[in-house]
């Protein structure tokens, strides 16, 4: 696919995905993602074949940190950033795509949240491993600390759908990842 072409796949991808979060998965139609778009149906049956297609393509983009840690930054530096999206997930309920992923996951679509879940596992393993690695975090198993964090985090933004959490929310589990991975 050319430039254009990929372009118009992460527009179809941003507009879907603040529709997802505002309305759920099974509330939002195709006619919905042209009309936020400017695509026609055509348009954008050429990009992707319905509604699960979608969401399955934003469920599936990953923060990406491997890069970063291939250019050798900071361990710490890339933890912050990810906390610092964290923080605004827990904090934006419009920003929360829980009840869509729960929509979708009771369809029968629980292979693609295993696979999901343990590439995210491995994201933050990877990051705790480096930043061991480096001297930037403690010693710890990154396989208990990185479910600790994720589950952790899952929890909240799951809540956050239907519990207003205050900013001191999100700093507690900001200040607990840090005070869990980061010698005072």
Not at 108 to 119: A, K, M, V
Request: aromatic share 12%.
């Amino acid at each position: 696919m050319g430039m254009k072409s990929e372009q118009t796949k992460e527009r179809i991808l941003q507009e879907a995905w603040k529709l997802f979060a505002r309305k759920g998965f099974q509330a939002v139609t195709m006619t919905d993602i042209c009309e936020k778009t400017g695509l026609s149906r055509g348009g954008l049956y050429r990009y992707y074949k319905g509604t699960g297609e979608i969401f399955s393509a934003i469920l599936s983009q990953e923060y990406e940190i491997g890069s970063r840690m291939d250019r050798r930054e900071g361990a710490c530096v890339i933890l912050e950033d990810m906390l610092g999206e964290i923080r605004k997930e827990i904090l934006e309920k419009e920003l929360s795509l829980s009840l869509a992923i729960y929509e979708y996951a009771s369809l029968g679509n629980e292979e693609l949240f295993q696979r999901i879940n343990e590439n995210a596992k491995q994201r933050w393993i990877s990051l705790i491993e480096y930043g061991i690695e480096t001297g930037e975090f403690k010693q710890q198993d990154p396989g208990q600390a990185a479910e600790c964090i994720l589950y952790y985090y899952q929890g909240l933004r799951m809540w956050s759908r239907v519990i207003p959490f205050e900013e001191q929310t999100a700093e507690y589990y900001v200040k607990t990842i840090r005070e869990m991975l980061v010698p005072v």
